[in-house]
């Protein structure tokens, strides 16, 4: 099943990934990060992610640190 990964730790709270996901799964957590930031949080109930790693490459951070492809 596809899916990424956030680093939690790095994530500035820019959104950008949010635009960029063709699918929409991306959203404004409600958690906040050691930067005080409400991180973007992955959230795919219905498994639509398509592993298109443009949501990684979009990332000024490198957040998206791991995308699988299932
Ligand atoms: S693009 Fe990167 S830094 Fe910006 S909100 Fe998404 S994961 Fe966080
Ligand atoms: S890998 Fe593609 S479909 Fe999955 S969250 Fe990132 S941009 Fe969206």
């Given amino acids: 099943?596809?899916?990424i990964?956030?680093?939690k730790n790095r994530c500035k709270g820019c959104y950008?990934?949010?635009d960029e996901c063709p699918k929409k799964l991306i959203k404004i957590g409600e958690s906040?990060?050691?930067l005080g930031v409400h991180?973007?949080?992955f959230d795919d109930p219905n498994?639509?992610?398509?592993g298109c790693?443009?949501?990684a490459v979009?990332?000024?951070?490198?957040a998206i640190k791991e995308v699988y492809r299932g």
């Fill in 47 to 50: 498994n639509e992610c398509l």
């Fill in 1 to 3: 099943m596809s899916h």
């Fill in 16 to 18: 950008l990934c949010i």
């Fill in 32 to 34: 906040v990060n050691n």
């Fill in 53 to 55: 790693a443009m949501c």
């Fill in 58 to 62: 979009r990332c000024p951070d490198l």
């Fill in 39 to 41: 991180l973007a949080e």
């Fill in 5 to 7: 990964v956030i680093d």
